[in-house]
């Protein structure tokens, strides 16, 4: 199942379906405590950020991979031109909360440049390769790499 969910990942209507089903997901992310993300198919957590402009804490739910203690995430959007709230949110408050299996972490953000985001994308990329088609259709704006470090 993983297989297949990987390969249509790169459809326009899968990033749409997938993209309307984030509140259902995030709904179910929070009353499994982060069990249950993405219907499992993927490595995913909830996030938590702060709204830059209302204050108030925001929640989404995000494929990740690990790199050492961190937690690497992508700014994606599903390939939109726009970049997505929780990316914005971080790049004003980068302290967030990371629930994963039912524990919440404390993180801090840190933007990827250089050769450590080249290093990364690639990480990010093995996990899922439709990264790559969300950069065509972003039209080359910025796809922002977050490393999301644990806050001691």
Do not use: C
């Amino acid at each position: 199942m993983r297989a297949l969910t990987r390969r249509l990942g790169h459809g326009r209507w899968f990033a749409r379906a997938m993209s309307a089903l984030v509140p259902l997901d995030r709904l179910v992310g929070r009353l499994t405590r982060g069990r249950v993300v993405a219907l499992g198919l993927v490595p995913s957590m909830l996030i938590t950020t702060t709204g830059r402009k209302s204050g108030v804490p925001r929640q989404n739910p995000l494929l990740y991979v690990r790199d050492g203690d961190s937690f690497v995430v992508v700014g994606s959007n599903w390939g939109k031109t726009a970049q997505p709230a929780w990316a914005l949110n971080l790049l004003a408050d980068p302290t967030a909360t990371v629930t994963l299996k039912g524990t919440d972490l404390p993180v801090r953000a840190t933007l990827a440049t250089g050769a450590e985001r080249e290093r990364l994308w690639q990480l990010l990329v093995a996990e899922w390769p439709a990264y790559e088609t969300y950069v065509e259709r972003a039209g080359g704006r910025d796809i922002r790499i977050f490393r999301l470090a644990p806050d001691a």
